[in-house]
């Protein structure tokens, strides 16, 4: 689903950027340059930043607790630096920040943004576990969210240097179905009239809730589009 304009011509109302931490296409440039396209096309702009679903990756890439706080903040507060960078170079005021900490801090530039924590959204709990027991009881899901999952690891190494295994992929799981619980109910977690999720790339798991194979229909006023 697509998601740039309503069928009637009406524009979605806030087009939300997906950044993937710790992704080094996620250069100060990339950011500027979708930021450019995007605010052509919405007129309210978001970037999600996934720092708390984050952890469950690190978690199954067996980094202590220690370290996953380490690095989910430096890689947080890099991509930060790049977004406030790029926001200000193209004056874009009130950009909304969104995090699942509400310990978050977006930093200071010339433009505001609007810092928002999701973690206790209770429109995001609601689909949170709704998603979580679609994972439990659709075996289509269920198969597709630990493909994704594991493709995700496989292209990793631990940190015990030890071979990936089933219950890796079971850990690193949360992330996906955090990230989706948000995408697909993300206008009435922002209290928005529309919402489409944009990303580099097309996401299977997230057209197939969209196509409706899964049997679970995400919010009507919610989409997504790609921006290669």
Wanted: charged share 25%.
């Amino acid at each position: 689903m697509d998601l740039r304009e309503h069928s009637n011509g009406e524009k979605v109302e806030i087009g939300i950027l997906g950044i993937s931490m710790g992704n080094s296409r996620f250069s100060e440039d990339y950011i500027r340059t979708l930021f450019e396209e995007m605010r052509s096309e919405f007129p309210g702009l978001a970037v999600m930043l996934p720092d708390v679903p984050a952890q469950s990756t690190l978690q199954a890439l067996g980094y202590s607790h220690e370290k996953i706080g380490r690095e989910v903040r430096l890689s947080f507060n890099g991509i930060i630096n790049k977004c406030r960078r790029a926001i200000d170079l193209l004056e874009i005021p009130n950009v909304t920040m969104i995090s699942w900490s509400d310990r978050a801090h977006f930093g200071d530039g010339k433009q505001s943004v609007n810092a928002v924590p999701i973690g206790e959204n209770l429109n995001y709990l609601k689909t949170y576990q709704e998603i979580q027991g679609l994972y439990r009881n659709n075996k289509t899901f269920n198969s597709d969210i630990n493909y994704a999952t594991r493709g995700v690891l496989q292209g990793k190494k631990r940190k015990d240097g030890r071979k990936m295994n089933e219950d890796d992929v079971q850990i690193g799981t949360k992330f996906l179905l955090q990230e989706l619980a948000f995408i697909i109910n993300a206008a009435d977690i922002l209290e928005a009239k529309s919402t489409s999720y944009v990303y580099h790339e097309l996401m299977p798991v997230l057209e197939n809730l969209y196509k409706g194979k899964y049997g679970y229909s995400p919010a009507p006023n919610t989409g997504f589009a790609v921006y290669n």
